[in-house]
C-alpha cells in the first residue's frame, strides 16, 4: 500500500514562471509542474516538470551537483528576428516557441541560478512525425537540436526522440531520472489537433534509440 505524504504549501515559484500550471501529485507525493509549448520552466527538489510532446522537442537540462534543473517545449528549430525580450506579458512565449530561443533561454537562466556550463547534463526528447501529409517538422526539430548541442560542446547523455508516436515525458531534475510514456490511445488525437492549431497561430504571428537513465512506462 503507498503512503502518502501529507500536501505542503508549494514552494515558491521563482520570477517569470508564475503562469506555468502546477499541481500536487498524491501518487508520487510531489509537486508537478506542467509545461506547454512555448514555455519552460527551472525547479529543484520535491518538484517534478512534464509535459506533452508530439513533433516538438523538449531538452531537459540540469547540473547535478546543484540539483537543479529545467525542460523546455519548442516547435520549430529557428526564429531569426530580434525583440526585446521580457519577463512581462506573453514576449518570453512567443519567442521560446522556437528551438534556438527556447535553448538559450534555458541555459542561461540555469547559470543565473547558479549551475556551472561545464557540469550540465543534457536530455532531450520529442520530435515524432504526428502531423500526417504535412513537413515533418519532428525530424527538422530531432536535427536542429543535435546541431546547436554539438556547435555548444555539450553531449547529449540520454534521448528519446523520432517515430510516429506522442510521449509523455516527465522530469525529476534533482536527480535526472526521466520517465517516457509513449501515447497510442485516442489522447493522441488531441494532441495532434493542438499541434495544428499552435502551427495556425504562429503563421498568423508571424505574418528511436533510449539511454541513461530513461524509463519507458505503460
Same mark, same amino acid.
Given at each position: 500500500?503507498?503512503?502518502?505524504? =501529507? ?8 520570477? /517569470? ?26 525547479? /529543484? ?11 516538438? $522537442? ?21 526564429? /531569426? /528576428? ?9 514576449? &518570453? ?11 538559450? %533561454? ?17 536530455? !532531450? ?11 515533418? &517538422?519532428?525530424?527538422?526539430? &530531432?536535427?536542429? !537540436? =543535435?546541431?546547436?548541442? %554539438? ?17 509523455? !515525458? ?10 517516457? =510514456? ?8 488531441? $494532441? ?9 497561430? $504562429?503563421?498568423?504571428? $508571424? ?12
Amino acid at each position: 500500500m503507498l503512503s502518502h505524504k =501529507k500536501k505542503p504549501a508549494p514552494k515558491r515559484v521563482s520570477v /517569470g514562471f508564475e503562469h506555468v500550471k502546477r499541481f500536487w501529485d498524491p501518487k508520487h507525493s510531489c509537486f508537478v509542474a506542467k509545461i506547454l509549448p512555448g514555455e519552460f520552466y527551472i525547479s /529543484g527538489k520535491d518538484e517534478v516538470i512534464s509535459t506533452v510532446l508530439g513533433s516538438c $522537442i523538449s531538452a531537459c537540462i540540469r547540473d547535478p551537483v546543484l540539483g537543479l534543473g529545467g525542460m523546455n517545449h519548442f516547435m520549430l528549430p529557428h526564429h /531569426g /528576428g530580434h525583440s526585446n525580450v521580457s519577463w512581462e506579458g506573453s514576449t &518570453i512565449s512567443s519567442e521560446t516557441r522556437y528551438g534556438n530561443w527556447a535553448m538559450e %533561454y534555458l541555459i542561461n537562466e540555469l547559470l543565473k541560478l547558479g549551475a556551472v556550463r561545464e557540469r550540465l547534463e543534457v536530455k !532531450v526528447f520529442g520530435g515524432g512525425q504526428v502531423l500526417a501529409n504535412m513537413t515533418d &517538422i519532428g525530424s527538422r526539430n &530531432i536535427q536542429f !537540436v =543535435k546541431d546547436y548541442l %554539438y556547435n555548444e560542446g555539450m553531449e547529449i547523455v540520454s534521448q528519446d526522440m523520432g517515430g510516429q508516436l506522442p510521449r509523455k !515525458v516527465v522530469y525529476h531534475p534533482d536527480t535526472g531520472k526521466v520517465l517516457v =510514456k509513449k501515447i497510442r490511445k485516442t489522447s493522441n488525437d488531441t $494532441i495532434v489537433a493542438r499541434e495544428k492549431d499552435y502551427m495556425r497561430r $504562429i503563421d498568423t504571428d $508571424i505574418g528511436d534509440t533510449s539511454a541513461g537513465s530513461i524509463e519507458l512506462f505503460d
